[in-house]
């Protein structure tokens, strides 16, 4: 493993632990020429489905994506990245269950604001401003009103 403060490939594993869903194991490391500490994550590589963008593109699905869009919507919000990580897990697990090969980009980002909207109120509407492109304020106030009559 490449070490990411002075790029040397030796290292030593000083502690592995299995993620709480045992879907990945988290390895804290240490480099053997900076000795300094880094953490890596080793998960089994499953086939995960092509994206079908709005536009009509095709990409490969990417778990990045999923948690930065998560990390934006929840940035100043008492939700740590733990539970963000949580979440990208649940929806690549109902992902890789519905065994296909493409997948609109939309299943992905409503999977995303279903799980919001159960979270955290805020972080929901942000995520769902961005997602659902509000032109005014007064589709803003409908997706408000929404998610007060949904509880």
Same mark, same amino acid.
Request: with cysteine.
């Given at each position: 493993?490449?070490?990411?403060?002075?790029?040397?490939?030796?290292? +030593?594993?000083? =502690?592995?632990?299995?993620?709480?869903?045992?879907?990945?194991?988290?390895?804290?490391?240490?480099?053997?020429?900076?000795?300094?500490?880094?953490?890596?994550?080793?998960?089994?590589?499953?086939?995960?489905?092509?994206?079908?963008?709005? =536009?009509?593109?095709?990409?490969?699905?990417?778990?990045?994506? #999923?948690?930065?869009?998560?990390? *934006?919507?929840?940035?100043?919000?008492?939700?740590?990245?733990?539970?963000?990580? =949580?979440?990208? =897990?649940?929806?690549?697990?109902?992902?890789?269950?519905?065994?296909?090969?493409?997948?609109?980009?939309?299943?992905?980002?409503?999977?995303?604001?279903?799980?919001?909207?159960?979270?955290? +109120?805020?972080?929901? #509407?942000? /995520?769902?401003? #961005?997602?659902?492109? /509000? *032109?005014?304020?007064?589709?803003?106030?409908?997706?408000?009103?929404?998610?007060?009559?949904?509880?």
């Amino acid at each position: 493993m490449k070490c990411p403060f002075c790029g040397n490939l030796e290292d +030593k594993v000083i =502690d592995s632990r299995t993620s709480r869903e045992g879907n990945a194991i988290r390895r804290r490391r240490e480099c053997l020429k900076c000795a300094k500490r880094f953490t890596s994550y080793e998960r089994v590589e499953d086939i995960i489905p092509m994206v079908i963008k709005k =536009d009509g593109r095709r990409e490969p699905y990417e778990r990045s994506k #999923v948690v930065t869009g998560l990390k *934006k919507a929840c940035e100043k919000r008492p939700i740590g990245m733990e539970t963000l990580e =949580d979440i990208t =897990d649940s929806i690549e697990k109902k992902l890789i269950g519905l065994n296909v090969k493409e997948i609109p980009s939309t299943w992905v980002g409503e999977e995303v604001m279903s799980s919001l909207r159960e979270l955290d +109120k805020v972080a929901y #509407v942000r /995520f769902a401003s #961005v997602y659902r492109q /509000f *032109k005014d304020i007064n589709e803003l106030m409908n997706e408000v009103k929404t998610l007060f009559e949904h509880k």
